[in-house]
Structure formats: C-alpha cells, structure tokens
C-alpha cells in the first residue's frame, strides 16, 4: 500500500525560474488537494481536483501558479518566476468523495527555497 | 487567512502526563480533524469529529466538539516522547464538505522523556 507521494522533496532554486512539482495520490483516490505551508503556520489550501477537473481555486493561488491533473492521477503545480516569498512547504493531498467527510491523506511535501 | 486558531501555540510536558490542545474557529462546519506533523514531514490524520458529535475516542486520543462555542479540543493521555509533533485542527465547512480544509496555526507539543 503506498500513500500519497511527492517529487522532488527539496528544491532549491533561484528567484525568477520555473519550478514544477509533482504528486501522485493514492490509486484509487480521486479527489486531489495542493496546500502551501510557511514556517510556523497550519497548510493553506491553494486549490483541488476532482478526477482530472479543477474546481476551487484559492486567491493565493496567483497568474504564477498552474496545476493540472491530465488524466485524473497525478497532478503537477508549476510555479513561474519564483519569488522568495514562494519558499514554503508544498503539501498534497488526496481523498474519496464518497466518504462525506472527506478525511485527507498528505504527502510528505516539497520544500522550495527560492534565492 | 487561517480560520482555526490552537491554543496554546506551544505546550511541554513530562513523558506520562496528558497533553490537551484547544483549537476556536469561526464558522459553521461540517466535520472538525486533528492532524500530527513531525518536524518537516507530511501531515498525519488523527482523527475526524462530526458537526452532530460531542466527544469521540480513539486509542489514547479524545477529541471534544462544542458547536456553540466554536471549539474543539484535544486530550492525548499517558503522553510519549513519540507524541512529539505539531498538532493541528482542521475544519471542513457545511456548504463545501467536498473540498478544501481550513487549518488552524497548530500546537508544538514537546514531550521530554
């Protein structure tokens, strides 16, 4: 049984490069969540899929940031030209939407530091 | 901005005693969870209280919801150095229990052995 997973774990990059992540939930989860999470905060939730189509969008989610979920099995969230206020912890998650109160199951996230 | 504020932001104890973690949000929701977060790790879910519930329990965890108040607790008993972790609550709102969760700014519970 694997749970959800989250490439790369660490990423450290330069102010103003792209950056892509990628999760893959557990198999038979179709519902997808991406959160943010800085130093000493609780995850903020940046958007989530249901199969392959997205349907919330949190306003922190800026014209920089894209995810997408192709096929309605992982999920990648690209970030273009980072800024430093963009180093956090990118945590995913995944659920059934048949259970009503939607317990979530988190990957162990990517830590981007932007420089 | 985080709905769920815990209270208190850090708490430490002897390896023994019981921990409890309170947790005030300001809207109506539809379940409460507590989540554990190792330092720098993913977040583990603990345990999930719905909005019709008033206490449940799971192994040496009991969780507490006051609708009325808005809050919510969390009582880990016979604590462990293990049970060292961030500890946060999370609400799913009523008109949207199948998507986002709101978290609060969590608890750093520190058990010394």
């Known amino acids: 049984d694997t749970g959800v997973s989250q490439n790369p774990r660490h990423k450290i990059t330069k102010r103003g490069q792209n950056v892509t992540f990628r999760c893959d939930p557990i198999?038979?989860?179709?519902?997808l969540y991406w959160y943010r999470q800085t130093l000493g905060q609780g995850p903020e939730f940046l958007t989530y899929?249901?199969?392959?189509?997205?349907?919330?969008k949190s306003r922190l989610l800026s014209d920089r940031f894209s995810a997408e979920r192709p096929k309605g099995s992982f999920s990648t969230l690209e970030i273009q030209r980072t800024e430093q206020g963009d180093s956090a912890m990118y945590l995913c998650?995944?659920?059934?939407?048949?259970?009503?109160?939607?317990?979530?199951?988190f990957g162990p996230g990517t830590r981007l530091t932007v420089l | 901005s985080q709905q769920g504020e815990e209270d208190p932001q850090a708490l430490s104890i002897q390896e023994g005693e019981n921990a409890t973690m309170n947790c005030s949000y300001k809207?109506?929701?539809?379940?409460l969870q507590w989540y554990r977060q190792n330092s720098g790790r993913g977040l583990v879910h603990l345990i999930l209280?719905?909005?019709?519930?008033r206490e449940k329990h799971s192994g040496r965890l009991r969780v507490t919801l006051d609708t009325s108040k808005k809050s919510s607790s969390l009582l880990i008993t016979a604590s462990r150095a293990a049970d060292t972790a961030s500890y946060f609550c999370?609400?799913?709102?009523?008109?949207?229990?199948?998507?986002?969760?709101?978290f609060g700014e969590g608890t750093q519970l520190t058990v010394n052995p």
């Open positions: 998650a995944s659920s059934l939407d048949y259970r009503p109160y939607n317990e979530q199951f």
């Open positions: 198999s038979e989860h179709n519902r």
């Open positions: 899929f249901q199969n392959e189509a997205q349907l919330e």
């Open positions: 809207t109506s929701i539809n379940n």
């Open positions: 209280i719905r909005s019709n519930e």
């Open positions: 999370a609400t799913g709102r009523q008109e949207t229990s199948g998507s986002r969760l709101t």
